[in-house]
């Protein structure tokens, strides 16, 4: 058998590594099809199986060094998947009993002490004629996991120290609350019955209002923004300075820029260099689409080396400078690939009262916890990771904790055949509804924890998913809603039980404090003085599978993606959706980005990291708490106050202040 790899091997290799944030090398590419080949594994399955081998191994590259540990344990997975003879010439093989040696015309016989023989790669001339036996492995487990607690990423450019302290009991409780700018949904809606017209308008009035906001922004005006104005130099750096703002579509023999949205020509597949194609306005274009010829961006003598850079998406909103001679093809020279919303700033006082004042932090560092489902493995009902991470978080009292879903993940193995089937404390199975997984699970954990410690002073966010099983699959989503008060622990129908979170330890008190947050998804929020933006769909993985980009720097391409969503001013920016996002149209001013956000959190199942974007936001992806049977990651934020006298200073002044969140903030992101 030729272990020659074909292109599409090759390119199947490439995507299923990529889709579980691993990148490969040409050499690595064609040495796994290869394997692909003699071992007679898809390339998702190697793709899942290196996935499983990093967080095993606590390995984080996929090099020459790593690969050939990670060959060595595909024998193994080999045996598991196929469970048969690999090597024999006969036309037809049949599977054996990973226990018997099957032997040409003669019975088989089962060997009770016998070991099996390993598989090693070997040559075709070694495997003529020979029987070889793949030894089958165990899946390991959570309990198997290993490097527990080690820190896997980290963002912290100013060597601050940890706050975890195992004390809040100096400051009082954060303020959370919504952005007063956000338009999210806050209340269940009824959704899916827009008609064809209505999401036609939502998306042209979309473009509408980019394109105003990006001429606006690059035009002759003054936007006010470091960060735009950075930007802007793109265009004042053309030959061109006559350029104009035109319709797109129309010829012209000179430069213009022109504003639309990336579209694939192909309506199927991914997007790639030859389908690009940039859809104008109706209002302005009468919605023309041309092809965008981007050549222009591999000459590095035309373009300069710092301007050859672009990552495109469809939904995309863009403004392009070029030449556009025949109306139906744009011969781009440049690329603006969005705005930003405007930052916010803060009156000094503010800011002073917040991270100094005696019954706020008091001078100390916020911290923040930030960690996203599945919160049990798919082997079992037990959610001991979340368990784990919530003894953590009592032991450890950060100020917030924010726990994006799925928390009744819909694709758990044990869940999607409807029948669940759950034992209660006394060792009785029943009948259990969603509700009563999430009561049981959830609710419970953090009740007792309080219980415990009435004092603590730690906040809880709820972000739903539209992976939960027992809320609307919709987005946006509005937040967890318990069905009924009852006030006992006899279980009724839509109760998540929530309302006993909030009475445990402090049942005499009448002015509580709220202990749990449930916001909808996506979300702005203010937490003190932060803007915190957070959604549980993995847009990163959504738009990663249908991007185009040329010339980025190496490992710059996650953060890529998510500053997409701050210049695109939404938290799913990809249209058409991919497939499971479930969007509604109708609203899609409510996951809209109404500013620019200090920390913005996007959970995704690519690989985690912490990361600056645009000069004032921090992008923390903490990856899912679970990994199939095993581990995962989650994020800790702790976020110190600026320096007292600068801030004295300022108030002096009367002066208005960013944030500054990217000098004085420290993310680590651990596995559980």
């Not at 006010?224 to 130099?233: C, F, I, P, S, W």
């Not at 710059?556 to 939404?570: E, K, V």
């Amino acid at each position: 058998m030729s272990s020659a790899a074909t292109p599409k091997l090759k390119s199947e290799v490439h995507s299923a590594f990529k889709s579980v944030g691993a990148e490969v090398t040409d050499s690595l590419t064609t040495r796994i099809a290869a394997l692909s080949t003699q071992l007679r594994l898809s390339p998702q399955k190697l793709a899942e199986a290196w996935e499983a081998h990093s967080l095993t191994k606590n390995v984080n590259v996929l090099d020459d060094v790593s690969f050939a540990a990670y060959r060595s344990s595909l024998s193994a997975l080999a045996g598991e998947s196929n469970n048969r003879v690999v090597g024999t010439s006969s036309a037809k093989r049949k599977a054996a009993p990973s226990s018997v040696t099957p032997t040409p015309n003669k019975t088989k016989v089962k060997r009770e002490n016998e070991q099996p023989q390993q598989l090693a790669t070997p040559s075709s001339s070694a495997l003529a004629g020979k029987n070889i036996m793949i030894t089958p492995t165990k899946t390991p487990t959570y309990k198997e996991r290993t490097n527990q607690g080690a820190i896997v990423s980290t963002y912290n450019p100013h060597n601050l120290p940890s706050a975890v302290s195992g004390s809040n009991d100096s400051h009082i409780a954060a303020s959370i609350q919504y952005h007063p700018s956000a338009s999210h949904p806050t209340k269940s809606y009824r959704h899916m019955f827009t008609s064809l017209e209505a999401r036609a308008q939502v998306l042209e009035d979309r473009l509408t209002t980019m394109t105003e906001q990006i001429q606006k922004a690059h035009g002759d005006g003054d936007s006010g923004d470091t960060v735009v104005k950075q930007e802007a130099d793109i265009f004042a750096a053309s030959e061109s300075d006559s350029s104009t703002w035109a319709p797109v579509g129309i010829p012209r023999q000179n430069t213009v820029r022109c504003v639309g949205r990336i579209c694939n020509e192909a309506h199927e597949g991914r997007i790639n260099k030859a389908s690009l194609r940039l859809e104008g306005s109706r209002q302005h274009s009468a919605g023309s689409r041309i092809h965008l010829d981007l050549q222009a961006f591999n000459n590095k003598d035309a373009m300069g080396e710092e301007n050859r850079d672009f990552s495109l998406f469809p939904g995309q909103i863009v403004a392009v400078e070029g030449i556009n001679s025949s109306g139906r093809t744009m011969q781009a020279t440049r690329l603006i690939e969005g705005v930003p919303p405007p930052s916010e700033k803060h009156r000094a006082r503010d800011l002073l009262d917040y991270q100094y004042g005696a019954e706020k932090q008091d001078g100390k560092p916020l911290s923040i916890v930030a960690l996203c489902g599945p919160f049990t493995t798919r082997d079992n009902l037990s959610y001991d990771p979340l368990q784990d991470i919530i003894y953590k978080v009592s032991t450890e009292k950060p100020d917030v904790v924010i726990m994006c879903g799925p928390f009744v993940d819909g694709r758990q193995p044990l869940l999607q055949g409807g029948d669940l089937t759950t034992v209660d404390e006394d060792g009785n199975e029943k009948k259990s509804t969603y509700e009563e997984i999430f009561f049981q699970n959830v609710s419970m954990l953090l009740e007792e924890m309080y219980a415990s410690d009435p004092t603590l002073k730690t906040q809880f966010v709820l972000v739903p998913s539209v992976e939960d099983a027992f809320v609307d699959s919709v987005y946006p989503q509005p937040p967890f809603v318990d069905n009924t008060t009852k006030q006992n622990h006899n279980h009724e129908y839509g109760d998540l039980g929530l309302h006993f979170v909030e009475s445990a330890g402090r049942e005499e008190e009448k002015k509580r404090s709220n202990r749990v947050h449930c916001v909808s998804n996506p979300c702005t929020l203010k937490i003190n003085e932060l803007t915190i933006g957070v959604t549980s769909s993995d847009v990163l993985f959504h738009i990663s599978s249908d991007e185009c980009n040329a010339n980025l720097l190496p490992g710059t391409r996650m953060t890529r993606i998510a500053q997409h969503l701050i210049q695109q001013r939404s938290y799913y920016p990809l249209f058409p959706a991919a497939k499971g996002a479930s969007l509604d149209l109708a609203k899609a001013e409510q996951w809209e980005m109404p500013c620019q956000p200090d920390i913005l959190i996007v959970p995704s199942k690519l690989a985690s990291f912490a990361k600056p974007v645009l000069e004032r936001t921090i992008v923390v992806n903490p990856g899912e708490l679970t990994k199939n049977t095993t581990g995962g990651t989650y994020a800790t934020i702790d976020v110190h106050p600026m320096k007292r006298e600068t801030l004295e200073d300022a108030v002096e002044a009367d002066m208005e202040m960013f944030s500054g969140i990217q000098d004085r903030v420290r993310v680590d992101i651990k596995r559980i």
